[in-house]
């Protein structure tokens, strides 16, 4: 597409719009334009009556003998045909692509797919004779009535609003007004004034504001003008240069620069039948974008002119074709395909051997599908051709494979965890066809063996989660493919068992015995066959011995079946040394590196304690011992004299650990109105732990439930309270931590300063610092509130919120809130003090009106009452010659405020 060339205006000084309103503007005129003469639009087109564009470049014409609205792309084809019940008359488009169309009596509103939306003008008489047809920047509608000389007015969504002008020739009234056009930059609607030759512009209220031309021949007068369309410059902010208007009876356009003294640049047209010539034109429309003027020829075409080199290029470019992609190889008996094309566009396609194309459909213009059949199994390629309007096309290529319907395949199922590392697959398969096993977790493959209609392959696993997918395919046939996934777990579970050593001798006959066993996949422990529960994740029972020979036995099993035992034999004899513990308890938890253990013998006999010799004192013994993170077992022996040993044993577990612990309610520090707040929390350890909670020292009740607890803290006075929790393990590691909150249940300190007028424009104050302001009405939010420090202010827009409601609240950071209503002085006319409204109070409101006194605070607080809103007060902060007279009226007694 060509583009208009950019032009250069001697000076600006200010921009168009001013001086369409303001007649003492100083301009240069804009220059003459050049005019070339381009192919008109003739496809489809009968009887054309109007013209509009949209923003995409899309031009829309109405037919009248062809009952419809006619759509070209910006390259001039035609790319839909609309078809209307009636004859179509004027035609725009709303800023969201409706199409706006006039049927005589009505307007109808029509979406992209050509379906009426609304009807705009079904009340009686509501029009007479709808013609041209403008919408403005905001949206709004103007329809122009040429029967009823009037120019109604409706909302975006086609409500009616008002209406302006009737019959008459004098300034802002009509006499069968036809075209309409929306001036941008003055924001100024120009309506069409046929019998009076001229344009008049109004404010977008319906206001008069001025006129252009008027009626008869030669430059700046019409004889029947139709139609005017506006050209601005392509500047960031852009100015208006030229209008253009199309005279019927003339059969010519002029060009004119509309400033405020207009001024006629050029002729554009003539009568005759040749390209360029007009016969009785109705509409015109300057399209920025490509900068042509287009003409409505009532010799039935759409004429063309490229104004100062404006207009479109001769189309060489292939139009824009896309394929959306497949799923390939594919095995249905149809193939969907479709893809996008430039709108206008002859379409074909193609495809080899024996598949059939079905038809092309458009779901919309630009978008296109077929279905294909028949395909034979194996490659094929489709070809998609795009031809547009001017024969330049475009081919596009597809390459597909069809694939005949897959074959059966099953896989027996496999166990969730197994112990063979090398897997036994197998299950059944159509005959002929290829079996590939993948353990997609390695990578590896391999071709499985085939016999028949089964197939089979031992598949070496890994240890962990496996995932298997086995595929079958035949020739030119679509792939089956099953997964399955098994864990290979060959490790037993590891048991650590704190117990006496096996062929131990004792004569302590209850015997304690800790376990400790780790495995990912744990199923069960048991103690001499019996099931054992595990607390905090360790397992701990107890034995009472037998005379003689006693069998421990502890056992892990895993969810795949891998055993793992723990065997000892310990003699229970009661007539041997007895040896009892003073420290450390069974199954302790410690914090140090070594415990010192210590305890009595029944008889003086030698000691040892983990293998070293314990320090004796008559039957007493002690022993250090070094410990190693986790679960220790410490074997104490005595031996008497007669050589007969006997054995004791002490678990105790080296924690060096602090408990996790956290606050997750509140998450943060914070301040409260709440006379009772609510905490949460969790805390995790692999030892048992004991948690409180204390208010400021005071204890507080804890509920623990698997790990989670929750209190409640309830705060008397308000002050800062520090809420602790601690979590203490077996160990007596303890973790602490601590939310400070705040109560706070005072209000915060606010002021509003009085107001002169119920319908102020700004609002002070005083606040507590720290506090949030906000000036609010019955309908929430109502003026915008700035804070510094202790003070505040507010600016309120008049109007914009509801007086009666007006109030100011400050809220502090605990959710306290205050809350303040207006408080209204209203300036009562005493302008001297004396208690009562005379004579006097206007005579000295006039002596501060013309400077003779100055004004003070007293004399402003009663004196300056207007101007007047909505009946009442609202000072301006002066006392003038208005607050003279009301003071006045209120003085004789008369209705004043």
Known sequence: MLFRSPKRMVAVAVSLACLVISPVAVTFAAPVPTVEIQSPLTDGIRSPLRVATDSLGNVYVTDSLSRAVLKYDSLGHLTQTIKVAESPQ???????????????????????????????????????????????????????????????????????????????????KFSTPSGIAFEKVSK??????????????????????????????????????????????????????????????????????????????????GYGTANGKLMVPSDVRYDQASGRLMVVNGFGNLTMYGIDGGGIAVDSIPPALTIAPVISPFTTATLDVSGTVEAGAQMTIAAGGSTTVGPISFPTSTNWQATLSGFAPGGSTITVTARDAANNATTKSLTVSYLQSAPMLTMEPLPVFTTDAYHQLSGLVDPESVVTVTNTTTGTSAKALVFGNTWSYRLPLVAGANAIAVKAEKAQSAATTVTATTTLDATPPAITVSTLPDGSYTSGQVQNIQMVVTDANLDAVAFNGQPVVPVNGSYSTAITLETGANVI??????????????????????????????????????????????????????????????????????????????????????????????????????????????????????????????????????SPVTLSADVDGTPVAVTVTEGSYTLAATFAEEKAYAITLTATDAAGNASRVTRTVTYDKTPPALTLDPVNTPYPSALTGTVEAGAAVTVEDRNGSAGTVSVNGETWSAALELGGYDAESLAVRATDVAGNSTLRSLVVNVPDGDVNGDGKVTIHDVLQALRIFTRQTAATTSHLSHGDIGPLYQGKAKPNGVIDLVDAILIMRKALGMPSW
Do not use: H
């Open 553 to 686: 036995m502890v056992a892990a099993v895993d969810l795949a079946g891998n055993v793992s035992t723990d065997i000892r034999t310990i003699y229970f004899d009661g007539t041997r040394p007895t040896v009892t513990f003073i420290a450390p308890a069974e199954g302790a938890y410690v914090t140090a590196d070594q415990v010192t253990v210590s305890g009595t013998v029944d008889e003086a006999v030698p000691v040892t304690v983990a293998g070293l010799a314990a320090r004796m004192d008559g039957t007493s013994w002690s022993a250090d011992v070094p410990l190693e993170p986790g679960m220790n077992t410490i074997d104490v022996i005595a031996v008497d004299l007669a050589g007969n040993v006997s054995s004791v044993k002490r678990t105790v577990t080296y924690d060096i650990d602090t408990p996790a612990l956290v606050i997750s309610t509140p998450s943060q520090d914070m301040v409260t109105n709440q006379a009772t707040l609510g905490f949460a929390g969790n805390f995790t350890d692999p």
């Open 90 to 172: 004027g035609v725009a488009v709303a800023s969201d692509g409706t199409l706006l169309v006039g049927f005589g009596t009505s307007v109808a509103m029509i979406n992209s797919a050509g379906e009426e939306t609304r009807k705009l003008g079904m009340g009686a008489g509501q029009f007479k004779m709808t013609n041209g047809i403008a919408v403005d920047d905001d949206g709004s509608i103007y329809v122009v009535d040429s029967l009823d000389n009037s120019v109604q007015l409706f909302n975006a969504a086609g409500e009616f609003m008002s209406k302006f002008g009737s019959f008459g020739t004098t300034a802002g």
């Open 188 to 269: 100024q609607v120009a309506v069409v004034d046929t019998r009076t030759g001229r344009v008049q512009f109004f404010d977008k209220a319906g206001v008069y504001k001025r006129t252009i031309g008027s009626l008869g021949s030669g430059p700046l007068k019409f004889t029947a003008p139709q139609g005017v369309s506006f050209e601005y410059s392509n500047d960031p902010e852009p100015v208006l240069e030229r209008m253009y208007v199309v005279d019927t009876f003339q059969s010519n356009v002029q060009a004119i620069d509309p400033a405020a003294t207009p001024v006629f640049l050029s002729y554009i047209g």
